[in-house]
């Protein structure tokens, strides 16, 4: 078998057509300079395509993702309902109706029907909804577990009915739905770059992909086909029932953790270094990695289901 080949891509990204402060051009520029390979501009409410690479590697050399983010919101109580439409053929009016999984339901049809995936973003932005809501629906395929944003509340805290993105995650897979794990910039700020602003480069996707195009990318992150990433890059990843092992990239002198999680977020193995395997037994329900690293940063793979 063959080395990995990984895909380095953000999924969300607003630019001067919704409310990001640097042109589409410019915004495109930043990433393809900083080593990414793909990207989704995903403004609100408005499918902005760039020239000369809507579809294939274009705009000079960076994959552009034709997407958008669906923003409402609920009728009455105004909860914030936002959905990453990636890959999509069209633009899609967002609609909204005065409940939370109804509303995610709607918009998730129709970003299906515009021949895109779907991904449920930042839940827990202003506190806005949990798994009760998104066990509701169907047809998602992705959910954002860290959003770099501020507000995003990425962090657990010991209250009730706030959950962090993580803590929704595996309440989702715990009931046994495959809605796979998205880090994201959700940047908007291209010209200042300081701790209190939406900056990019700081949460992404990498997306094992022969091909770089956007049919195979969107295929591999609809089929689970990537992991999450703040800082931590993996060197190899194999997931199975049987086993799920991985190797980090060494970096410095940084030392990396491995949490191997399942059902309930029960975390069933801890491994210190680059390298870490977990056998499941069985009794797991789902197992994924969860990474973090002595400099702060993180990584995430995907679950693989049990018997
Ligand atoms: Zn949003």
Known sequence: MGEQIWRRGNIHTHTTESDGDAEPEKVVEWYRNHGYDFL????????????????HRGAEGLLMIPSEELTVRTDHTRIPVHL????????????ATDDVATTIQANVNSILDAGGIACINHPSWEW????RAILKTHGARLMEICNATLGSNNYPVPLPSKYSPSEIWDQVLTAGVPLFGAATDDSRHYHDFAPH????????????????????IVEAMAGGKFYSSTGIYLEELK?????????????????????????????????????ATYRP????????????????TQAWTQPVFLK
Do not use: C
Not at 43 to 52: Q, R, Y
Not at 84 to 95: D, F, L, Q, S, Y
């Open 40 to 55: 989704a501009l995903t403004d609100h409410n408005h499918l902005t395509i760039i020239e000369h690479g809507s579809k």
């Open 84 to 95: 990453g439409g990636i890959g999509i053929t069209r633009h899609i009016e967002a609609v």
């Open 128 to 131: 806005a909804f949990d798994h």
């Open 197 to 216: 602003k939406e900056n990019p480069g700081h949460g992404w996707v990498m997306v094992e992909a022969e091909a770089l195009d956007s049919d195979a």
């Open 239 to 275: 997931v199975s029932p049987d086993e799920v092992s991985l190797k980090v990239r060494q970096q410095g002198d940084v030392v990396v953790v491995t949490q191997f999680i399942g059902k309930d977020g029960q975390v069933f193995q801890e491994s210190v270094g680059a390298g």
């Open 281 to 296: 037994t069985g009794d797991e329900g789902y197992i994924r990695a969860a990474l973090r690293s002595s400099d702060g």
